[in-house]
C-alpha cells in the first residue's frame, strides 16, 4: 500500500485531538505568551510532561514574565522546578535567561539564529519555540518524531537533526508546525517507543512497522499465554539515586519488563529510598561494592527466584559488587557490570582476569541450564559496534585484548542475541556526555544479553531502546521464552 503523508498525518490529527495534548502546545493556548513558551520547553526536555507541566506551574505562579524571573535566585528556581530532568543545570540556564534577553530587548526572538543563542536553546527548542509560540515554519523535530519518520520508513537517518533536514526536503509546508505536536502526542499514547500498540493504531495498515519491537519471527508466535515470551531488560543506569531523580521509577512502569538487571547502582542498600527497594509487583535484590558510591548490580523481578547467587565466590571480584544471580526454574540470569580497563589501561589485568573467572563461573552453571548473560560487558566487540573504531584502538573498551576475549567468549558457545536481529550499523547503547554524543549518535554497543548456544531458540527477540533517557547508557532487552 502506498504511503501517503498527507493522509497519514491527517488522520493522526484527528486520533491525537482526543488524547492529552503535549504540555508545550498546552502553555501555548493557554498563555500565548513566548516566554512562557519558550520557558517550558526548556523544562521539557528529557522530563514527561506531567513532572513539566507541574514544576511550569510552580515557576509561573512566582515568575509569570522575564522581569519576575529576574528576581528570582538560581536556587529558588531550582526548587520550583525540582524534579524536572537536570533541573540544576536548567535553573542555570533560566537565571541567566533575563540577561540573555536583552539583547532583544527583553522579548523573545522568533528567528532560529537569534534563539539558539539563549542559555540552554538548542536547535529543537528553537523550532519548537518557532512553531507553537510565533506560528513560523519550523520542524521541531522531537525524539518522537525521529523514531516515527524512520519507523515508516518516510525517512532513513540516524539522529534527529538528519531526520529535521531530510524532512525539510520532503514534508509538504503545510505540515511543518504540527507534525512535532502531532508525533509527540501519538507516540507518547500509541506509538510508544518500548512496546507500541500496534493493535489498535489506527494506522497499522499503512504503517510499515519498520524496526518495531514486538517483530513476529516466523514460525515462532508469542501467546499471551503464561507461556509467553518474558520481557528482560538490562540497562547500566549510572547511579541509581541519580537516576531516581528523574523518573525512574516511573520508567519502570512504563517499560513494564518482567526481569529488570541494573548495572553502576553505586549505592549501598541503607542508601536506597524505600519507593526504590519496593516498586509494585517487583521484589528487588542488590549486590553492593564495599566501596561506597562504585560499582553495584541489581535485579528487579516480577518471579520469585529460586536462589540468588551473590558474586562468583570470588572475594577480589564480590567485594566490588559485579555479579548477581538469580536462578529460576528454567534458566539462570546472570547480570554484570564487567570491570572498565581505565586510564591508560591501569585496570586491563584485573579486568581479563575477571572475564576469565566470570566464564569459568558461567560455564558451571550452564551444565544445569540455561544461562541468560546481561550487563555492562565494558567492551565494543566489532567494528560495526562503534562509531570511531580507528581512534579508538588503543583506548579501554575497544583494544584487542579485551575484543579477543569477546571472541573467545563468543567461541565457547554463547551468543550476541542483538546480532541475531540487526546486523547493521549505527545501533549504540552507551554515548559519552560529552560533544553532544546522543543527539549525534556517536555511539559505542557495550551492553548485550547473551544467551548459551543451545537457548538460542528461547530467544524472540532483542532490541536497544535508544529512546529511553536518563543515563548515557539506554536499556536493552531481550524477549525470553
Ligand atoms: S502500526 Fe505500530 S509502529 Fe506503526 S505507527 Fe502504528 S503503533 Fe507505530
Avoid at 526548556?42 to 505562579?61: N, P, V
Avoid at 532560529?112 to 536553546?121: D, F, R, Y
Wanted: with cysteine; net charge positive; hydrophobic share 40%.
Amino acid at each position: 500500500m502506498k504511503f501517503d503523508i498527507n493522509n497519514i498525518l491527517d488522520i493522526l490529527q484527528k486520533e491525537v485531538s482526543t488524547y492529552k495534548v503535549p504540555v508545550v502546545d498546552l502553555i501555548a493556548v493557554q498563555s500565548n505568551d513566548p516566554y512562557q513558551v519558550l520557558v517550558a520547553t526548556i523544562l521539557s526536555a528529557r522530563t514527561k510532561d506531567e513532572t513539566t507541566a507541574k514544576a511550569a506551574a510552580r515557576l509561573f505562579k512566582k515568575a509569570p514574565d522575564i522581569n519576575s524571573l529576574a528576581e528570582l535566585s538560581e536556587e529558588e528556581i531550582a526548587r520550583l522546578i525540582y524534579p524536572v530532568g537536570f533541573y540544576k543545570n536548567k535553573a542555570g540556564y533560566l537565571t541567566k535567561l533575563p540577561g540573555a534577553l536583552e539583547a532583544f530587548s527583553s522579548k523573545v526572538p522568533d528567528t532560529i539564529e537569534s534563539l539558539v543563542k539563549l542559555p540552554g536553546v538548542g536547535r529543537k527548542t528553537a523550532n519548537l519555540v518557532l512553531a507553537v509560540a510565533f506560528k513560523k515554519p519550523a520542524i521541531c523535530v522531537d525524539t518522537h518524531v525521529h523514531r516515527i519518520m524512520n519507523i515508516w520508513g518516510y525517512v532513513e537517518t540516524t539522529t534527529p537533526l538528519q531526520t529535521e533536514m531530510a524532512l525539510r526536503k520532503k514534508l509538504p509546508e503545510k505540515h511543518w508546525l504540527t507534525v512535532n505536536s502531532i508525533l509527540v502526542a501519538f507516540g507518547q499514547g500509541t506509538c510508544r517507543s518500548v512496546s507500541p500498540h500496534c493493535d489498535r493504531c489506527v494506522i497499522q495498515q499503512q504503517c510499515p512497522q519498520i524496526g518495531v519491537t514486538p517483530r513476529k519471527i516466523p514460525g515462532k508466535k508469542i501467546s499471551a499465554s503464561k507461556n509467553r515470551a518474558l520481557k528482560l531488560l538490562c540497562w547500566n543506569v549510572n547511579g541509581i539515586r541519580a537516576i531516581e531523580k528523574k523518573g525512574f521509577i516511573d520508567i519502570v512502569r512504563e517499560l513494564e519488563p518482567d526481569i529488570l538487571s541494573l548495572q553502576e547502582t553505586k549505592a549501598q542498600p541503607d542508601q536506597l529510598s524505600d519507593e526504590l527497594k519496593n516498586i509494585n509487583g517487583y521484589s528487588s535484590y542488590w549486590h553492593s561494592a564495599e566501596r561506597k558510591g562504585y560499582s553495584g548490580v541489581a535485579v528487579y523481578s516480577r518471579r520469585e527466584p529460586l536462589n540468588v547467587i551473590y558474586g562468583i565466590e570470588r572475594e577480589e571480584y564480590d567485594r566490588e559488587g559485579r555479579v548477581l544471580t538469580l536462578e529460576f526454574d528454567d534458566f539462570f540470569l546472570i547480570n554484570i557490570y564487567f570491570p572498565n580497563a581505565g586510564n591508560e589501561l591501569k585496570r586491563l589485568g584485573y579486568k581479563l582476569d575477571f572475564n576469565s573467572a566470570l566464564l569459568d563461573f558461567v560455564q558451571g552453571l550452564r551444565a544445569f541450564k540455561s544461562v541468560v548473560i546481561c550487563g555492562d560487558y565494558n567492551v565494543a566487540h566489532k567494528e560495526i559496534d562503534l562509531k570511531n573504531p580507528k581512534s579508538n584502538e588503543k583506548n579501554a573498551g575497544f583494544t584487542p585484548e579485551e575484543r579477543q576475549w569477546m571472541d573467545t567468549f563468543l567461541t565457547a558457545g554463547f551468543v550476541d542475541t542483538f546480532r541475531m536481529f540487526h546486523q547493521g550499523p549505527d545501533h549504540y547503547t552507551w554515548w559519552s556526555y560529552r560533544f553532544n554524543a546522543r543527539a549525534r549518535n556517536i555511539g559505542w554497543r557495550i551492553d548485550y544479553f547473551c544467551v548459551d548456544e543451545k537457548s538460542s531458540n528461547r530467544v524472540m527477540n532483542a532490541a536497544i531502546l535508544q529512546d529511553v533517557m536518563g543515563s548515557d547508557h539506554c536499556p536493552v532487552q531481550l524477549d525470553f521464552k
